[in-house]
């Protein structure tokens, strides 16, 4: 129950999840949902309350400053930090035309700025 | 993998950036990285406005009247040498910046006439029209990528994002280079550097409600404190008064609401539909002259007195400009903010003091060198310039000219023979911290995350009690036993929880700088506030060194450098 007495209200994030050279799986994990939130919020809140492995790139919070929290939500490329969380089954998944690294993780640096 | 270079710059926001450049353009080999993409993580792609210097196209003005207004905010704790670099050569960097194609906002001339020179706009604490800027909202975005493109367009910088510095690598008592940790990959990466630039950004992720990205949580100043540098000024966090609070609003900078003050003035009210600023000392009257000192404390202080908004802060309120005057001013915003239900004109919102900028850092000479050997700083993660509170705008010209400096400074030192480059070699501690060990960690990293946010933000924020700092050092010591020693791994592939790992390493250190140093300061000046000690002290005109030997912290008080007399 929130404050005004109504069930709370959670989102449900059906989250695709590994490496590349394993099956990819999905984890589908529960929300507490406020309205205003965005999804980027919602993957945070995983992270500190569940799973601190869950990958995903972002650098701004909530500025769409960074432009690094680019991933498919509901099977459109979105920023998690504008797209808004809903009370509802979402999907997320990686961008799918990137190099996977981890979960929703890609590798999205120009190439002249990587490593090798 | 090892990589070799002249100069290594940790950190890609505006100092880092434009020391690249100026190291570069000196003839030094660079190697510019940051733990996020370059030019796209730090404070500097989030700044929306406004840049302090003394360019006078619009208003006649002066370095030196900069300096004054400098000074005066940062109430007796600045080095002034540090401060007359920031005024002085910030002119310097605005033109370069101009001419680079940053766009300034003009001052409008007739259809037919040439454009005039650059609009500046009057901020808190200053004399006079000062502060440049780019429409609309746009500073940190076009300034990032000014710099992004000069830096790709100057031979001799190789820029590599995703790396995160571990350590420092100190070789025989000099700064060799860093220890870092490829994120993708997880592979520990050697770089040697005959100099290398700390410029990190500043510390304002240790709050939980902070205008920062993941990216500063105070990296440089735990890396620089473990090799020996000096930090100053680490009680002197300042905060924003008024950061946005509610309603909730998506994809949108929590300090938005500062270009709109410049521009609009705004009325700062209480939950009673009031003003209320001259309860503390300073009238308002729809104008934007209150210091970022005083907003927080008259803010702070209604909402204890249960004059609150109702999410705890206070309203903000243009509802004096029709809907011409805020589109004029404000273009693509207002359409932003009426997707998200917001109506000016007809709505006030809620802001709040949100943690924003760290006046104190790692302690420099006007090289921008530290005590170690091979070792600079520059732009936020350097302290002394703002002393006890940073004056409006100063925190982009002081990445500029501090960036600039330090990158002169890095380019001449690497120019004169040196010693043989470190080879990579790393003791076995270096390694496992930046490798990882197989452990299973026994908490989760991001939810400690989250309380030392929450710790720092109750015992540690802009109002302090011996009381709420001691329990906030228990707390902290608490934390560090259960860190443990080196982070966990778990793969070749990215980390998220040896990141979190590693940030709290970093995080829990410089949070117990800031804590002790305000714990000793037993008076209040600018943006620290002790609720026990609500006077300044003349004996306090003192700037706090912290060092860290052997483990442990020390504190001294050192006398405040006085100016010195202009050299002809």
């Given at each position: 129950m929130n404050r005004d007495g109504n069930t709370t209200l959670t989102a449900t994030l059906t989250i695709q999840r590994g490496v590349p050279g394993q099956a990819a799986r999905t984890e589908t994990r529960e929300v507490p949902f406020e309205a205003g939130q965005s999804v980027l919020d919602g993957l945070r809140w995983i992270r500190s309350h569940d799973d601190a492995t869950l990958a995903f790139r972002f650098s701004c919070i909530n500025a769409n400053a960074c432009k690094e929290c680019m991933m498919q939500i509901d099977g459109k490329t979105q920023y998690a930090c504008t797209a808004r969380l809903e009370a509802r089954e979402m999907q997320i998944a990686p961008l799918p035309n990137k190099t996977l690294i981890r979960d929703l993780w890609t590798e999205i640096a120009p190439s002249d700025e990587r490593l090798d | 993998m090892h990589i070799e270079t002249d100069v290594l710059i940790i950190g890609a926001g505006g100092a880092g950036m434009y020391a690249a450049i100026e190291a570069a353009r000196r003839g030094a080999q660079v190697v510019l990285l940051d733990r996020s993409l370059i030019g796209r993580g730090g404070a500097t792609v989030m700044a929306q406005m406004t840049v302090a210097a003394?360019?006078?196209?619009?208003t006649p003005d002066h370095w030196e009247h900069h300096l004054a207004d400098t000074l005066k905010a940062g109430r007796g704790l600045c080095d002034p040498a540090l401060s007359r670099l920031l005024c002085e050569e910030g002119v310097e960097c605005i033109r370069e910046m101009d001419a680079w194609g940053v766009g300034w906002a003009r001052v409008p001339a007739a259809d037919d006439a040439p454009p005039k020179g650059l609009r500046a706009v009057m901020a808190p604490g200053h004399d006079r029209a000062r502060c440049v800027y780019v429409d609309f909202l746009n500073t940190g975005p076009a300034v990032s990528r000014t710099l992004r493109t000069q830096v790709i367009r100057t031979p001799g910088i190789r820029r590599v994002g995703d790396l995160v510095v571990t350590d420092l690598a100190m070789r025989e008592g000099r700064c060799a280079g860093a220890i870092a940790m490829h994120a993708p990959t997880s592979k520990v990466v050697s770089i040697a550097a005959k100099a290398t630039i700390v410029a990190t950004g500043g510390l304002t992720r240790l709050y939980r409600r902070n205008s920062a990205s993941v990216n500063m949580g105070g990296d440089g100043y735990a890396l620089a404190l473990r090799a020996g540098a000096e930090l100053i000024d680490m009680e002197f966090v300042q905060f924003f008064p008024i950061g946005h609070l509610a309603p909730r609003l998506i994809g949108m900078d929590p300090i938005m609401w500062d270009p709109f003050r410049y521009k609009l003035g705004g009325r700062l009210l209480n939950g009673e539909m009031q003003e209320f600023t001259e309860r503390y000392g300073m009238a308002e009257s729809g104008t934007y002259i209150v210091t970022r000192d005083l907003a927080t404390y008259a803010i702070t202080k209604e909402v204890e007195a249960g004059r609150g908004s109702p999410h705890g802060g206070a309203y903000l309120s243009f509802q004096h400009c029709d809907a011409a005057e805020l589109r004029a001013a404000f273009g693509p915003v207002i359409a932003r903010l009426a997707k998200q239900g917001i109506d000016l004109t007809r709505d006030a919102i809620e802001v709040a003091p949100i943690a924003h900028y760290h006046m104190g850092g790692v302690r420099v000479d006007t090289r921008m060198a530290t005590a170690v050997p091979g070792l600079y700083a520059a732009g936020e993660a350097v302290g002394g310039a703002n002393g006890a509170n940073r004056l409006s705008g100063n925190a982009i010209t002081e990445a500029f000219a501090f960036g600039r400096a330090a990158g002169r400074s890095a380019a001449a030192a690497v120019a004169k023979p040196g010693v043989a480059p470190w080879d990579g070699a790393l003791s076995v501690a270096e390694a496992a911290l930046a490798g990882g060990v197989v452990r299973t960690l026994p908490f989760n990293p991001a939810e400690m995350l989250v309380k030392l946010q929450a710790l720092m933000a109750d015992d540690v924020g802009p109002f302090r009690t011996a009381a709420g700092l001691t329990r906030a050092l228990e707390q902290l010591s608490a934390m560090r036993a259960t860190l443990g020693e080196f982070p966990p791994r778990a793969g070749d592939s990215f980390d998220a929880a040896r990141l979190d790992w590693l940030d709290l390493r970093n995080m829990l250190l410089v949070a117990e700088t800031v804590a002790r140093a305000a714990l000793l300061r037993n008076e209040s000046r600018g943006a620290h506030q002790r609720e026990d000690h609500p006077g300044l002290e003349a004996h306090w005109a003192v700037n706090q060194v912290v060092t860290l030997k052997a483990g442990a912290l020390g504190i001294t008080q050192r006398p405040v450098p006085q100016a010195q007399e202009a050299h002809a």
């Amino acid at each position: 129950m929130n404050r005004d007495g109504n069930t709370t209200l959670t989102a449900t994030l059906t989250i695709q999840r590994g490496v590349p050279g394993q099956a990819a799986r999905t984890e589908t994990r529960e929300v507490p949902f406020e309205a205003g939130q965005s999804v980027l919020d919602g993957l945070r809140w995983i992270r500190s309350h569940d799973d601190a492995t869950l990958a995903f790139r972002f650098s701004c919070i909530n500025a769409n400053a960074c432009k690094e929290c680019m991933m498919q939500i509901d099977g459109k490329t979105q920023y998690a930090c504008t797209a808004r969380l809903e009370a509802r089954e979402m999907q997320i998944a990686p961008l799918p035309n990137k190099t996977l690294i981890r979960d929703l993780w890609t590798e999205i640096a120009p190439s002249d700025e990587r490593l090798d | 993998m090892h990589i070799e270079t002249d100069v290594l710059i940790i950190g890609a926001g505006g100092a880092g950036m434009y020391a690249a450049i100026e190291a570069a353009r000196r003839g030094a080999q660079v190697v510019l990285l940051d733990r996020s993409l370059i030019g796209r993580g730090g404070a500097t792609v989030m700044a929306q406005m406004t840049v302090a210097a003394a360019v006078g196209e619009q208003t006649p003005d002066h370095w030196e009247h900069h300096l004054a207004d400098t000074l005066k905010a940062g109430r007796g704790l600045c080095d002034p040498a540090l401060s007359r670099l920031l005024c002085e050569e910030g002119v310097e960097c605005i033109r370069e910046m101009d001419a680079w194609g940053v766009g300034w906002a003009r001052v409008p001339a007739a259809d037919d006439a040439p454009p005039k020179g650059l609009r500046a706009v009057m901020a808190p604490g200053h004399d006079r029209a000062r502060c440049v800027y780019v429409d609309f909202l746009n500073t940190g975005p076009a300034v990032s990528r000014t710099l992004r493109t000069q830096v790709i367009r100057t031979p001799g910088i190789r820029r590599v994002g995703d790396l995160v510095v571990t350590d420092l690598a100190m070789r025989e008592g000099r700064c060799a280079g860093a220890i870092a940790m490829h994120a993708p990959t997880s592979k520990v990466v050697s770089i040697a550097a005959k100099a290398t630039i700390v410029a990190t950004g500043g510390l304002t992720r240790l709050y939980r409600r902070n205008s920062a990205s993941v990216n500063m949580g105070g990296d440089g100043y735990a890396l620089a404190l473990r090799a020996g540098a000096e930090l100053i000024d680490m009680e002197f966090v300042q905060f924003f008064p008024i950061g946005h609070l509610a309603p909730r609003l998506i994809g949108m900078d929590p300090i938005m609401w500062d270009p709109f003050r410049y521009k609009l003035g705004g009325r700062l009210l209480n939950g009673e539909m009031q003003e209320f600023t001259e309860r503390y000392g300073m009238a308002e009257s729809g104008t934007y002259i209150v210091t970022r000192d005083l907003a927080t404390y008259a803010i702070t202080k209604e909402v204890e007195a249960g004059r609150g908004s109702p999410h705890g802060g206070a309203y903000l309120s243009f509802q004096h400009c029709d809907a011409a005057e805020l589109r004029a001013a404000f273009g693509p915003v207002i359409a932003r903010l009426a997707k998200q239900g917001i109506d000016l004109t007809r709505d006030a919102i809620e802001v709040a003091p949100i943690a924003h900028y760290h006046m104190g850092g790692v302690r420099v000479d006007t090289r921008m060198a530290t005590a170690v050997p091979g070792l600079y700083a520059a732009g936020e993660a350097v302290g002394g310039a703002n002393g006890a509170n940073r004056l409006s705008g100063n925190a982009i010209t002081e990445a500029f000219a501090f960036g600039r400096a330090a990158g002169r400074s890095a380019a001449a030192a690497v120019a004169k023979p040196g010693v043989a480059p470190w080879d990579g070699a790393l003791s076995v501690a270096e390694a496992a911290l930046a490798g990882g060990v197989v452990r299973t960690l026994p908490f989760n990293p991001a939810e400690m995350l989250v309380k030392l946010q929450a710790l720092m933000a109750d015992d540690v924020g802009p109002f302090r009690t011996a009381a709420g700092l001691t329990r906030a050092l228990e707390q902290l010591s608490a934390m560090r036993a259960t860190l443990g020693e080196f982070p966990p791994r778990a793969g070749d592939s990215f980390d998220a929880a040896r990141l979190d790992w590693l940030d709290l390493r970093n995080m829990l250190l410089v949070a117990e700088t800031v804590a002790r140093a305000a714990l000793l300061r037993n008076e209040s000046r600018g943006a620290h506030q002790r609720e026990d000690h609500p006077g300044l002290e003349a004996h306090w005109a003192v700037n706090q060194v912290v060092t860290l030997k052997a483990g442990a912290l020390g504190i001294t008080q050192r006398p405040v450098p006085q100016a010195q007399e202009a050299h002809a």
